[in-house]
């Protein structure tokens, strides 16, 4: 949302850019602010001396609330719908199975985190990464509340399809439509009205394919895809193209793909990861986990420093795991060289 902070945060070029109207806004106020593109509205009043100041009858307090007015009133004006960026969701407790308060108040995750859960099978992990995307308000088995940016998010995350708060990545996806990757992933520009479309698609394949072990082209058909291949296009499109600020993963572990690098993607533009998994390498992949036992959370523990040593042995590890997988897969016979 646009206020004063705002408008000091960035330079006169990206505000204009932002709200090109505001060029009237300058004129009407005789200002001219060539030569401070670059710089921020504040800097550019500051730049007035006290005689210009007096001579001109300058009120700089004025202008700048008058410019905070002005961008509001024309963005009502022009009907223009700010979207509010999701900066933080944060989990109000609710109950575990037995009814019992959970054993936090709240949890806030910010953009940019990953986050994992994990908990015994049957614990309750799918539950709370469902209570997200639906955004749940009480009225769910766990009780729990959703707030987005601190605040009861609005209803059209719910019922919006192409407005989707949330993205989920499951485990089977099962395209049932007869298209090639092309024609799937222009249907969702199109749905997305992205202008350069070609470049998009370009992007998203060259990021499945670095994902996958097999690479695939334009013109395969989605049908025809392994099961790491599907997973690895939808996590690319997710990244991409998905508007959806939240990304709900559950089990990526057998899928094939380059786990680290999938997360990476997703985390680099920005989005909320969450991911419900039973694998230590993706558990302690998150800066945080959450520990879910009997429906409830029972703790969220931060990834410590040893832990993370950890995680770079247990990728080496990984790493040997893989080179014999794919040894066998190739018929070859393995020996003990392996772990030298
Ligand atoms: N707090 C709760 N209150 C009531 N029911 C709950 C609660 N939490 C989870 N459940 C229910 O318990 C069942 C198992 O939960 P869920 O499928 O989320 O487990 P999971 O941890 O994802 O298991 P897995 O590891 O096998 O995928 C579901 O039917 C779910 O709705």
Redesign the pocket.
């Known amino acids: 949302m646009i206020d004063n902070k705002m408008i000091n945060s960035i330079s006169l070029k990206e505000l204009q850019e932002k709200y090109p109207f505001i060029i009237n806004y300058f004129s009407d106020n005789k200002l001219n602010i060539e030569g401070f593109e670059n710089r921020t509205f504040k800097e550019y009043l500051d730049h007035f001396s006290e005689e210009d100041i007096e001579e001109w009858a300058i009120d700089t307090e004025k202008l700048m609330e008058g410019l905070l007015e002005y961008i509001e009133q024309m963005i009502e004006f022009l009907g223009i719908k700010e979207e509010k960026a999701v900066e933080s969701l944060t989990i109000l407790a609710?109950?575990?199975?037995s009814g019992c308060k959970e054993r936090f108040e709240e949890i806030t995750i910010n953009k940019g985190d990953i986050i994992s859960i994990v908990?015994?099978?049957?614990?309750?992990?799918?539950?709370?990464l469902?209570d997200i995307e639906w955004a749940a308000q009480n009225d769910t088995?766990?009780g729990r509340i959703i707030l987005i940016n601190n605040e009861i998010p609005d209803k059209k995350w719910r019922f919006s399809s192409n407005n989707r708060l949330v993205a989920q990545l499951s485990q089977n996806m099962n395209f049932v439509m007869d298209l090639t990757v092309n024609e799937f992933l222009e249907l969702h520009a199109k749905s997305r009205m992205v202008e350069n479309e070609e470049e998009v698609i370009k992007n998203i394949i060259e990021a499945a394919n670095n994902l996958a072990g097999e690479k695939f082209k334009l013109d395969t058909p989605i049908t025809s895809l392994s099961g790491g291949q599907s997973r690895a296009l939808m996590i690319a499109d997710t990244a991409i193209l998905s508007s959806s600020p939240i990304v709900l993963i559950?089990?990526i572990e057998n899928a094939g793909i380059d786990r680290k690098k999938a997360l990476n993607l997703l985390v680099s533009s920005d989005k909320i990861v969450l991911m419900?998994t039973?694998d230590p390498i993706l558990a302690l992949m998150g800066n945080k986990r959450i520990v879910?036992k009997n429906?409830?959370i029972n703790k969220v523990i931060e990834t410590n420093m040893e832990e993370k040593k950890i995680l770079l042995e247990l990728e080496k590890m990984d790493k040997t795991i893989q080179g014999m997988r794919n040894s066998l897969r190739n018929g070859e016979e393995l020996n003990m060289n392996i772990f030298k």
């Open positions: 609710g109950k575990d199975k908990g015994p099978t049957g614990s309750g992990k799918s539950r709370l469902a088995p766990t559950d089990e419900a039973h879910i429906g409830g």
